[in-house]
């Protein structure tokens, strides 16, 4: 093979020193199909670069779990999937300003690959719903939760989420702290329980009310 069907990558030098032609790749060499980008890899590719800014982080943190899974799954078989909703918050104030229905519904990854603070499980999710005066909003969302202790056939347990509270715009911006362009930190304690896949759950809304959800898991 000649200097021109291919590109030298390596000179064959000989014990005297001399060059003695060179070694070669073939030009296709690039594009053997053992060399090309996966399936896999060029799909996370496209969804990273039209991923919302927001959920870059929640995105970047499933990758994380994918990366140290034998099988390169994104989500284990050990997880689980829980849907959520909730028809109406509860105020602690009378305010007639506020909407009757929120219609909170929420979709969380329940996972025990990564647990803080002696936790059982992770959730992380997302959720959409109505504030307390129509606007509609997102909630993106994780954190540790823990199975407290059997209860009437079922158990009891407790969660802790934190994350970024989106849609308090206009004369409503000052209602939650931290309010910046339409989002701002939150965090949302609740405790539920759990019978099987159902499971109610009563969650803090800082200190204007409660919301009673309803719950439930695909049981995986």
């Not at 390596?10 to 073939?26: D, I, T």
């Not at 719903?129 to 056939?153: H, I, K, R, T």
């Not at 347990?157 to 209602?175: C, I, M, P, R, S």
Request: proline share 5%.
């Amino acid at each position: 093979m000649s200097d021109t069907q291919c590109s030298c990558i390596a000179r064959n030098v000989s014990r005297e020193g001399k060059s003695s032609g060179c070694l070669c790749k073939m030009p296709d060499l690039d594009r053997h199909p053992q060399r090309q980008r996966s399936g896999l890899d060029a799909a996370l590719h496209a969804v990273h670069r039209h991923w919302p800014a927001s959920l870059n982080g929640l995105f970047a943190l499933l990758l994380l779990s994918s990366s140290g899974n034998a099988s390169g799954e994104l989500i284990a078989t050990t997880d689980d999937f829980r849907f959520t909703y909730a028809p109406s918050a509860f105020h602690r104030s009378g305010m007639s300003g506020h909407v009757r229905y929120n219609n909170l519904f929420s979709a969380e990854l329940l996972t025990e690959r990564w647990r803080i603070l002696g936790a059982d499980r992770t959730t992380i999710g997302a959720a959409i719903f109505n504030n307390s005066f129509g606007q509609p909003c997102q909630y993106v969302f994780a954190g540790p939760e823990w199975d407290l202790m059997p209860l009437q056939s079922g158990w009891l347990f407790a969660n802790v989420t934190a994350g970024a509270l989106h849609g308090y715009t206009g004369e409503y911006q000052d209602k939650i702290p931290f309010n910046r362009f339409g989002t701002a930190p939150a965090a949302i304690p609740s405790i539920g329980w759990r019978y099987s896949q159902a499971a109610v759950v009563m969650s803090l809304l800082g200190n204007s009310g409660v919301l009673i959800s309803f719950s439930w898991s695909l049981g995986r």
